[in-house]
């Protein structure tokens, strides 16, 4: 800072009233700070010229424009400014004007009196107020010690401000010196300015030099790694040229040269097929030709990696004792005697047939009954290794056969990926949900999977990265699906399909208290002696709280009673439950399902209880039906499908054609609308199997007469009346024994099915196997 101000008399206290504004672009000048500056404007420098001839005193006012203008208006400026007195002015040959400026004081302009040739401002002088105490002192050392660092960190700042910034004691002039040195916008140099308050000014102008050491700080550490890892690299660089260089000398190979050789050696042990050797030694060439600095160089090393990783010819030899599969099979899993028996009998070949291939089975049936947990099962018992992988929203073709190694990134399928987590080329390999694979733009993974999962095509399955055949024979596929439906017909036809169809409710207390009370009360931390269920209670949460074939529901419910009972023991309220029947709904609530409301709701004419099959099971199926004064006319509701709607049709027709026979005036359909509706209209419901229920619930509304309380049935029907098989006759009775159903109407073609259904379920029903409609209505209708 210049003493030359003060030396020629100049100070803030006399500054005149009315003074000339020079606009400033981009740029502030605080009191007692020195700025120099070049003036191009005639206007400015009129102004400059005439200042120079008087008392040398301006008035310095910075824009709020966004860019340079060659004319200023006065919205253009902002209020408040800086006197200043010129110090030195020299003029150059292109007609510019160089000046020297010192800030006298703050001032804030009052009115303009002049804007032609350049601005004049009344001006009013502000004088800084401040008291030098213990807070003042602080912040003034604080930001002293910023500014040292910041001046520090930046090369473009002399370190002799560091001593002037020490030595200044007015709080006012550090902190205007401070903020005209350092990076900031003019609008913050601007709000400091503006700022009359000392001890806020000192705070705003620390946050200011704060942010600007954080920035400081940033880049000089990404300069200095930055530097660092220049160094490192051409040190690296130098070293290896030096080492090889000496080698060279001695005869020794070099590292790439000892790697491919590794490589070489490894792929030399592993036998791998003619084809699979064939590539390897073609990449080792290409390896040995290749920088290691070099992109491709990595690409040949992950995909030697792969070759050597996969078990080629590692494999597990099969437990082929029967007993003690057998043994593993019925420990593991209560029921599922068909899945079972296939096992059993595929090591019963494979000890006669050892070269025998791996079968493909699809597990199809129910959520919760059990499928994924049987490939667990299996892979114990066969002791192999288990490989499970998720089809569930597949889409990508790449997903099975792996990307092309073009791509960037790019990997085997998770075919391969799952054999070499396995570490054998014979694991139990599960594909869960093969029914809800998708297809897009990117293939049809399904489509894929016809080569995999066919025996005769699966020696010499090509994965797109390994690029050679992969003999994918030895391994045991098991799919899993909910529903067949959606697998396209050419893979289904390719596997062996087991139903699992779900419980009763008598194999879900045994599973219930064989698998599912054991592991909630380890879960939960409690032991048998805390906790108890009777039978009662077992069969009261399957039958008041859970509507399933499978079990899921089931143990969430028990876990449920589970914690609540954990609860009770940890604060202290009970040593140990004993659940039952009574007090179920103290954790559980009020009963969900009883199956006295569903008979209850067949005690008004024209309502029926069908059987019907879903993904997840078999279900009761009301239907109902009405009259009402009309032309004659059918009305269908409850979201049926096209089946379903031809059904009810067939139905009437048959109603139509048999009136007189079956006691039904003929002039009805004439005079009366009818209405069938099944209920829960949100769900889409289809298929022939509610034919012989729509046709009951119509004579029943017809003939005014109810069906029986404890009857189910399920069939197609003919315009002649015939009543044809349907299938899910298994999951149907199941879902009617859980139902509390006493008796059902099947068609003659289905007596066949019962031999799958569990003899406890045939025993708890009454069956009517009928041919013929007339035989349906006079099983049905309590005339």
Request: proline letters at 5%; glycine letters at 6%; aromatic letters at 6%.
């Amino acid at each position: 800072m210049t003493q030359d101000a003060q030396e020629k008399g100049y100070s803030p206290e006399k500054i005149p009233e009315i003074i000339s504004v020079l606009p400033l672009y981009d740029v502030v000048l605080f009191p007692k700070m020195v700025l120099p500056l070049i003036v191009m404007q005639e206007s400015s420098i009129q102004l400059i010229d005439e200042a120079m001839s008087k008392d040398r005193i301006i008035g310095a006012v910075a824009s709020n424009a966004k860019e340079a203008k060659s004319e200023y208006y006065p919205e253009d400026l902002y209020q408040y400014g800086t006197s200043a007195v010129i110090l030195k002015m020299a003029k150059a040959e292109d007609n510019k004007a160089q000046l020297i400026l010192q800030g006298l004081g703050r001032f804030q302009i009052k009115a303009y009196t002049q804007q032609d040739p350049y601005f004049q401002a009344k001006i009013s002088s502000l004088q800084p107020e401040w008291t030098k105490d213990k807070e003042m002192e602080a912040l003034m050392a604080n930001l002293t010690n910023q500014y040292e660092r910041v001046v520090e960190l930046s090369s473009g700042l002399n370190q002799e401000l560091v001593s002037m910034a020490k030595s200044l004691e007015e709080p006012d002039t550090l902190a205007d010196m401070v903020t005209s040195t350092i990076n900031s916008t003019t609008e913050e140099k601007q709000k400091i300015l503006e700022t009359l308050d000392v001890k806020a000014r000192l705070k705003t102008v620390t946050q200011m030099v704060n942010y600007q050491l954080e920035i400081l700080e940033i880049g000089n550490k990404i300069q200095s790694q930055v530097k660092g890892d220049m160094e490192k690299q051409q040190r690296e660089y130098y070293l290896r040229q030096q080492l090889k260089a000496i080698k060279e000398e001695l005869g020794e190979t070099d590292e790439t040269t000892e790697e491919i050789e590794e490589y070489r050696e490894k792929i030399n042990e592993k036998n791998l097929p003619e084809a699979a050797a064939k590539e390897a030694d073609r990449e080792l060439k290409r390896l040995s030709r290749m920088h290691p600095s070099s992109a491709e160089y990595t690409v040949a090393l992950t995909y030697l990696d792969w070759i050597i990783a996969l078990p080629w010819n590692e494999k597990t030899e099969d437990s082929l004792d029967l007993d003690k599969a057998r043994k593993i099979l019925d420990h593991d899993h209560y029921g599922l005697e068909k899945a079972k028996k296939r096992i059993l009998e595929y090591l019963a070949v494979r000890k006669l047939n050892p070269d025998l291939k791996g079968p493909i089975l699809c597990f199809v049936g129910p959520p919760g009954t059990g499928k994924t947990s049987l490939g667990h099962s299996i892979a114990r018992a066969l002791g192999r290794e288990f490989v499970r992988i998720s089809l569930g929203g597949v889409r990508d073709e790449a997903e099975i056969r792996g990307h092309r190694r073009t791509y960037v990134g790019a990997m085997p399928g998770r075919i391969i990926q799952g054999l070499r987590r396995a570490g054998t080329n014979n694991p139990v390999f599960m594909l869960d949900e093969i029914d809800k694979v998708g297809s897009d733009f990117r293939g049809d993974p399904s489509s894929a999977l016809l080569e995999v999962l066919d025996p005769e095509q699966n020696n010499t399955f090509e994965d797109h990265y390994l690029d050679v055949p992969y003999d994918l024979s030895p391994v045991m596929f098991i799919t899993t699906g909910n529903i067949l439906d959606t697998i396209p017909p050419a893979l289904r036809d390719r596997m062996e399909v087991l139903r699992l169809s779900g419980y009763p409710v008598e194999d879900k207390i045994k599973i219930a208290t064989k698998y599912l009370l054991p592991r909630q009360r380890e879960t939960n931390g409690l032991n048998p002696k805390q906790i108890h269920f009777t039978r009662g209670a077992i069969k009261q949460i399957i039958t008041g709280y859970t509507h399933e074939a499978g079990l899921r529901n089931l143990e969430r419910e028990i876990a449920t009673v589970c914690r609540g009972v954990a609860s009770q023991i940890a604060s202290e309220e009970v040593e140990s439950v004993k659940i039952d029947t009574k007090n179920i709904p103290d954790y559980l609530g009020p009963i969900r399902y009883t199956n006295e409301q569903m008979k209850k709701r067949v005690s008004t004419p024209g309502v029926v209880m069908g059987l019907a099959w879903t993904e997840a099971g078999g279900d009761i199926l009301f239907i109902e039906a009405t009259s009402m004064k009309g032309k004659g006319n059918l009305t269908l509701t409850g979201q049926l499908g096209d089946v379903m709607k031809e059904s009810a049709t067939a139905a009437l027709s048959y109603l139509r054609s048999n009136a007189k026979s079956l006691g039904i005036d003929e002039t009805y359909f004439q005079t009366y609308d009818l209405h069938i509706h099944i209920p829960a209209g949100a769900i889409p419901k289809d298929g022939p199997s509610a034919g012989v229920t729509m046709l009951t619930a119509l004579a029943s509304v017809l003939t005014n007469t109810t069906t029986y309380k404890d009857l189910a049935m399920t069939g197609e029907i003919t315009l002649r009346g015939q009543v044809m098989p349907v299938g899910g006759v298994k999951e149907k009775l199941l879902a009617a024994h859980r139902a509390g159903i006493k008796s059902v109407i099947l068609p003659k073609w289905n007596e066949k099915d019962l031999e799958d259904v569990p003899d406890n379920v045939k025993n708890a029903l009454e069956f009517h196997f009928v041919e013929k409609m007339r035989n349906v209505l006079k099983t049905a209708l309590n005339k």
